[in-house]
């Protein structure tokens, strides 16, 4: 039985389908429930015009307010009839401030007649400047009318209300437009059915979905809007979390091999040839993930800590338990550079441990293979016989590893590194390779708030590495304004001369490579902030700078360069030569970002530091610092110091805390980005919830969504919870595909 046929009610039937079309196409709107969970970015009070202050330049932006003044005038024109053209100016206000509105030729009549003084009516249009002075130029505007006439009485009705929500727009269909729209649908919304049990709905006083709706779009005070925001925020966090709940339930269900290590077997020889104590951090975490692969459901865990604070030595020991227990454990990572650089590491730390097989090879040694897509056929087959025989104990590897033809003899453990370039199904994907499910671990480099863990990661268990080893040093970081103190500059050159005389080396990272293929304009560029776009300067090349810097600040010194479009052997070959400490100076992209580990690299500069996010900064940032020596991190930007891109970088040198930069990065960036990058093509799709706000309603969600799901798996006798959830997915499902 279709419980909501009338929400379900294609937009182009109830529209028609020109209106429908547009709404398709720009607004991602589809059927009349879609409509009705297009919410109102804002209300305005009528007659009240946004600040002029805060029109943003080049936004399509709505105001209501009251014609003050309207002139005609005309002028010489060639192309208008008898060579006389139209202008029309009309000033409107609210009182506190004024906006010029200008409309030309043919487009003057109907306003020239309608826009009296003394009219109120909504105006949108685009911002712009002319003659020093924002204007909005033909704007579309709806007249406010609040005579009792039999014409005016249904454009009355329609504005009802002291609030006017401003809906976000798109230029093909006004704010307006779509609030009528929305009217003409409202009465659907008695139809909705509830998603949240009625026990929750009135233990916490939430008014009924329905009533939400109605008082979202047509409400009569402030307190309305906030009613209607409480409820449908508790809509988004719980149908998320039973979501997550739900596929955790599962989990615990599903069969997996326990995984124990062998008393006196590889992990205990591996211990004993560590030359140091692991952190207590380190010894704590390991025994939650141990006591996870002890159990016979699959572990199912997510490793976040800070840059350098000892991750890949954690995972290592869960992965050396499981080749103990006899089976196989397998690392994935986002880029060829990272996968080489675990595996180089991997095999240095576990010595003639690595060498099962081979002569010389310990008593309880395995072998450490690499898997990447770019592998020649012969070393590739090679490669592929050792897991399916189970020669091989530890493979490490890129999206390789997830290929159909790859086969694995018993597959116990799955590493993913830096979780948020993978997917969920990708990461289901390998999974599926085992005869059993096996244990996940996934590792993140970049700290994540509480919030965003429990709304994007919500299926995994955390554990937190918070401590940094001993021997670390600190990083110092500072703003170089190369604009506006071009000898600070000239300065920063002259520090990576005095680190590389000292026996150190440096790192300088710019947003792009510089060659041909390399167009700023493209789809993946570093994405620009507002400050940007007043400097039509295109973003630091890698080929430029070292060019520049090999014949002048640093001439003298071995400077080389890498990117993500050179040969991986050519990639493989400069990681080779910087670590051995050939080469002085590697100016490279932000391939560099994650899991690079040459602690004698003592000094980074970062060109045009803007252009990345703070996330991303502090990711770079802890490639130094990584040995006995103080790390230097130098951000190069032209920016003003009052912009909000210099704030951000004052931000990133303020603080090596990254879980506080990581809530500076949500509160400054849209939250879609955020949580779209760490769901890797799952987005969550919150339309009021916001992470950090509402960090209280996301936890408390997470517990009745926990205690409802451990009662009644299946949701029985929750529709209205199942519909949610249903629609939830598809769109999760639907957005994963797009991406490919």
């Given at each position: 039985m279709d419980l909501v046929p009338a929400l379900r009610e294609p937009l182009k039937k109830v529209l028609g389908p020109a209106t429908a079309k547009v709404m398709a196409e720009h607004l991602g709107l589809h059927t009349v429930g879609d409509l009705l969970h297009h919410y109102p970015r804002r209300y305005e009070e009528r007659g009240q015009l946004t600040h002029l202050a805060d029109l943003p330049m080049d936004e399509h932006v709505t105001v209501v307010a009251q014609v003050a003044d309207a002139r005609l005038h005309s002028f010489a024109s060639s192309r208008a009839p008898r060579g006389k053209g139209q202008r029309l100016e009309v000033t409107i206000t609210d009182g506190s401030g004024r906006l010029q509105l200008v409309f030309f030729g043919n487009g003057v009549h109907k306003p020239h007649k309608e826009l009296l003084p003394g009219t109120r009516a909504m105006f949108a249009g685009k911002v712009s400047v002319f003659n020093r002075r924002l204007q909005l130029a033909h704007p579309a505007y709806e007249l406010l009318r609040a005579d009792d006439d039999d014409e005016a009485s249904e454009s009355v009705e329609s504005w009802a209300g002291a609030l006017i929500p401003l809906y976000p727009a798109t230029a093909k269909l006004e704010s307006w437009k779509i609030g009528k729209a929305i009217q003409t649908?409202?009465?659907?919304?008695?139809?909705?059915?509830?998603?949240?049990?009625?026990?929750?709905?009135?233990?916490?006083?939430?008014?009924?979905?329905?009533?939400?709706?109605?008082?979202?779009?047509?409400?009569?005070?402030?307190?309305?809007?906030?009613?209607?925001?409480?409820?449908?925020?508790?809509?988004?966090a719980f149908v998320l979390q039973v979501a997550l709940a739900r596929r955790r339930h599962a989990e615990t269900q599903l069969p997996a091999v326990p995984r124990e290590p062998a008393p006196d077997g590889l992990l205990t020889a591996f211990d004993d040839r560590l030359p140091f104590t692991l952190t207590d951090g380190q010894q704590k975490v390991s025994r939650e993930i141990f006591d996870d692969l002890a159990t016979d459901h699959p572990m199912h865990r997510l490793l976040q800590g800070e840059?350098?604070?000892?991750?890949?030595?954690?995972?290592?020991?869960?992965?050396?338990?499981v080749v103990d227990a006899g089976g196989q454990a397998v690392m994935l990572a986002p880029t060829e550079v990272l996968a080489q650089q675990h595996?180089?590491?991997?095999?240095?730390?576990?010595?003639?441990?690595?060498?099962?097989?081979?002569?010389?090879?310990?008593?309880?040694?395995?072998?450490?293979?690499?898997?990447?897509?770019?592998?020649?056929?012969?070393?590739?087959?090679?490669?592929?016989?050792?897991?399916?025989?189970?020669?091989?104990?530890?493979?490490?590897?890129?999206?390789?590893?997830?290929?159909?033809?790859?086969?694995?003899?018993?597959?116990?453990?799955?590493?993913?590194?830096?979780?948020?370039?993978?997917g969920v199904e990708q990461r289901d994907a390998l999974r599926g390779k085992g005869k059993q499910p096996p244990h996940l671990l996934v590792m993140t480099a970049t700290p994540i708030p509480r919030t965003v863990a429990m709304t994007v990661f919500g299926d995994l268990e955390t554990s937190v590495l918070d401590q940094l080893p001993a021997g670390r040093s600190p990083i110092a970081s500072h703003v170089v304004p190369a604009a506006d103190k071009p000898h600070f500059l000239s300065r920063a050159w002259e520090r990576v001369r005095e680190e590389v005389s000292n026996g150190h080396?440096?790192?300088?990272?710019?947003?792009?490579?510089?060659?041909?293929?390399?167009?700023?304009?493209?789809?993946?560029?570093?994405?620009?902030?507002?400050?940007?776009?007043?400097?039509?300067?295109?973003?630091?090349?890698?080929l430029d700078i070292a060019e520049q810097l090999a014949k002048g600040d640093l001439h003298g010194l071995k400077v080389e360069i890498l990117h993500g479009r050179m040969q991986p052997d050519d990639k493989d070959a400069v990681m080779r030569r910087f670590a051995a400490g050939e080469t002085d100076v590697l100016v490279a992209t932000t391939v560099i970002e994650v899991g690079v580990n040459v602690p004698?690299?003592?000094?980074?500069?970062?060109?045009?530091?803007?252009?990345?996010?703070?996330?991303?900064?502090?990711?770079?940032?802890?490639?130094?610092?990584?040995?006995?020596?103080?790390?230097?991190?130098?951000?190069?930007?032209?920016?003003?110091?009052?912009?909000?891109?210099?704030?951000?970088?004052?931000?990133v040198a303020g603080t090596l805390d990254g879980f506080e930069l990581s809530r500076i990065d949500l509160e400054q960036r849209r939250e879609g980005d955020v949580l779209g990058q760490a769901q890797s093509g799952a987005r969550t799709s919150l339309r009021v919830l916001a992470v950090i706000e509402d960090e209280e309603i996301i936890a408390q969600a997470r517990q009745e969504a926990a205690a409802l799901v451990a009662t009644d798996p299946e949701l029985t006798g929750l529709p209205g919870l199942k519909t949610a959830l249903e629609a939830l997915l598809d769109e999760q499902r639907e957005q994963y595909l797009e991406k490919g």
């Open positions: 649908v409202l009465p659907s919304a008695q139809e909705a059915v509830d998603p949240l049990p009625g026990s929750l709905r009135e233990g916490r006083g939430l008014v009924s979905l329905p009533e939400a709706l109605l008082k979202i779009h047509r409400p009569h005070t402030k307190a309305d809007i906030e009613d209607a925001r409480a409820r449908l925020k508790w809509d988004e840059v350098g604070s000892g991750k890949t030595m954690v995972a290592l020991r869960a992965m050396l338990a595996h180089r590491s991997v095999v240095e730390m576990m010595g003639e441990l690595a060498e099962g097989g081979m002569l010389g090879g310990a008593k309880h040694a395995t072998k450490v293979v690499l898997l990447t897509g770019s592998m020649g056929a012969a070393a590739r087959r090679h490669a592929l016989l050792d897991l399916a025989t189970g020669e091989a104990g530890i493979v490490i590897g890129t999206h390789a590893l997830i290929e159909d033809k790859v086969r694995f003899h018993d597959l116990g453990l799955v590493v993913v590194d830096e979780q948020h370039r993978f080396q440096a790192y300088v990272v710019c947003p792009r490579i510089g060659d041909e293929e390399d167009d700023p304009g493209k789809k993946g560029a570093p994405r620009k902030s507002p400050e940007d776009d007043a400097e039509k300067r295109p973003p630091l090349a890698v004698n690299a003592t000094a980074m500069v970062i060109m045009d530091a803007d252009r990345f996010g703070v996330s991303q900064l502090h990711q770079l940032r802890g490639r130094v610092g990584r040995g006995s020596a103080a790390g230097l991190c130098l951000l190069v930007t032209e920016m003003p110091e009052a912009s909000a891109a210099r704030q951000r970088l004052n931000a």
